[in-house]
């Protein structure tokens, strides 16, 4: 059979980025059919994403990059909203894309290569749903969230056409699609605050959703199984549950060298089992310095063992704003590991016992195939409500904090104390779901799997589109 090329369009952020192209590697090795071609913009503050991207199509045959000229930015008052400032973004990109599409097209025609099949969308990137219909191309969008995360973005639209405004902290709790919970404001993404910039770019958004071919979602039904049976209503396209889609290996990571990597693994291997209390908040998460005196305070007079992955806006050194004397006091106990730590492999280590997470869809996804409890502290984007669903809804993770938003209140010494000694010396119970829930996350992917069977599904009616 001739074979299918899929064009992927992922917005070059390292969230997305990571189970984005390890879909991408998924597929092809599913089907000798597909070949791959990956649409690379340059966005000025992701070197790492870059990296990334190079690395992991630079080993795969099937997968071709292609990397885009690079756009003027945008103003930088559009930095008040992330959201808003991507979106308008990607929409400098489109003109890019579509050249570049257009050649593709053309030259596959041309040569009697592989057929252009489809375009396979990022969230932010839902506006090149256009760009496709012009050149007869469906589009499908591949979202690195969940399926509630989806509920959220199908309900949007229409409660704009009742009320068209911005949501408020003081709003009733909602019933969302997708959810067993009235879910409350106060969890609800930072963007649906902000009336100038995220709440228009999520409504843009959310207006497209039903316009593609279909909807993949990085998750797997035996975790959603809620959500994902309230979709099919006769309007929303077929939802594909593909996940978890992974980077068990890990992605490169410029600034740390192998004698750091292995500096934190060989500490790993001296603690006891089920012991450490890991540390890490994401690409983007960081705190100010009072905060940081605080999680240090809290960590210690915790009394567990910690890895703590500390990563701060440009200001002094750790060593001038920890507590006075609190490395010599935690040595051989604790340790700071720089502003990355290798994640994946962290979470693997036998020593590590709990997670304090920003609750990023990537790593809560990390953190149940490895069977590690988390402890909720979200920061940005759809965080809260990640740790709203594993909290409230899925009984999976364990609570600090559920609506904490960055350069929030201060999370003080006593209550980081109490929460780490709760994840590490209680919750029998969710330590045995999330347990369980790893190894359903793991027969999901395997031959026969639920998302093993849904990815078949997506291949067939991706080949068979156009």
Avoid at 269 to 284: I, K, T
Wanted: hydrophobic share 40%.
């Amino acid at each position: 059979m001739r074979q299918a090329e899929l064009i992927f369009i992922p917005t070059p952020g390292i969230g997305h980025l990571v189970s984005t192209l390890e879909f991408a590697k998924c597929l092809i090795d599913r089907d000798d059919r597909l070949l791959i071609t990956i649409l690379s913009m340059k966005f000025p503050f992701t070197p790492l994403a870059d990296a990334y991207t190079r690395s992991l199509t630079a080993s795969q045959a099937r997968i071709q990059l292609i990397e885009l000229p690079q756009v003027d930015p945008p103003p930088a008052e559009l930095l008040n909203s992330v959201e808003g400032y991507i979106s308008v973004f990607i929409e400098r990109n489109i003109p890019n894309v579509k050249r570049c599409l257009t050649k593709i097209v053309s030259s596959n025609s041309n040569s009697g290569s592989a057929r252009v099949a489809v375009l396979v969308l990022d969230f932010f990137c839902l506006s090149m749903i256009d760009v496709g219909r012009e050149l007869g191309l469906p589009s499908y969008l591949f979202l690195t969230s969940n399926a509630g995360f989806l509920g959220l973005m199908l309900y949007l639209p229409s409660r704009h056409n009742q009320m068209n405004i911005e949501f408020s902290d003081s709003d009733p709790a909602l019933l969302i699609p997708g959810f067993v919970n009235p879910v409350p404001p106060v969890v609800m993404p930072s963007a649906v605050f902000n009336k100038d910039g995220g709440y228009t770019a999520y409504i843009k958004l959310a207006q497209r959703f039903r316009d593609t071919k279909g909807i993949i979602v990085n998750t797997f039904t035996e975790l959603e199984q809620h959500a994902l049976g309230s979709f099919p209503d006769g309007q929303t396209p077929p939802v594909y549950a593909v996940g978890p889609v992974l980077d068990l290996k890990g992605q490169p990571h410029p600034g740390l060298d192998q004698a750091q990597h292995d500096n934190i693994m060989k500490w790993l291997d001296f603690q006891p089992p089920s012991s450490v209390v890991f540390l890490c908040f994401g690409s983007m998460g960081s705190f100010g310095a009072t905060q940081v005196k605080e999680i240090a305070t809290g960590l210690e007079r915790s009394g567990h063992r910690f890895l703590w992955s500390l990563r701060m806006p440009p200001s002094p050194s750790p060593d001038n704003i920890l507590p006075e004397g609190f490395l010599e006091r935690i040595e051989g106990r604790g340790m700071i590991c720089g502003e990355w730590a290798p994640q994946v492999e962290v979470l693997a280590h036998k020593a590590v016992g709990g997670f304090v997470s920003h609750c990023g869809w990537n790593s809560i996804l990390e953190s149940l195939w490895h069977g590690v409890p988390i402890l909720t502290w979200p920061i940005y984007a759809e965080q809260q409500l990640n740790a709203f669903k594993m909290v409230r809804e899925l009984g999976l993770a364990m609570e600090m904090r559920l609506d904490y938003r960055s350069g929030g209140d201060l999370v003080m010494a006593e209550e980081i104390e109490r929460a780490v000694r709760r994840l590490m010396d209680g919750g029998i119970e969710v330590r045995k779901k999330v347990k369980e829930m790893g190894e359903m996350a793991r027969k999901a992917v395997m031959d026969g799997g639920s998302s093993f069977t849904s990815i078949g599904q997506l291949m067939e009616d991706m080949i068979g589109s156009s």
